[in-house]
């Protein structure tokens, strides 16, 4: 498993993407709208998100946001 802390300005886009790891995404700060399999939702402090593998998911920071993303297996490239 890895754990990554993001701090992302407002406004700023994470395209979408998919990857063999489960992700757990949970806001730790601020209103992150995240989209999964073509579902959007908005999400805010403490709210948790579970992406399967090789699930297609985005976001956007609609304010200042801090992320917390823990990935299993671990990440190779965040070694």
Request: with cysteine.
């Amino acid at each position: 498993m890895s754990l990554a802390f993001w701090t992302v300005e407002e406004g700023a886009i994470v395209p979408e993407h998919s990857h063999m790891n489960e992700q757990i995404m949970q806001v730790l700060e601020g209103r992150f709208e995240f989209t999964l399999n073509g579902d959007t939702k908005v999400y805010e402090v403490n709210d948790i998100v579970i992406i399967p593998p090789h699930s297609p998911h985005s976001g956007k920071a609609l304010t200042p946001c801090k992320l917390m993303d823990a990935f299993s297996p671990a990440r190779e490239e965040y070694k």
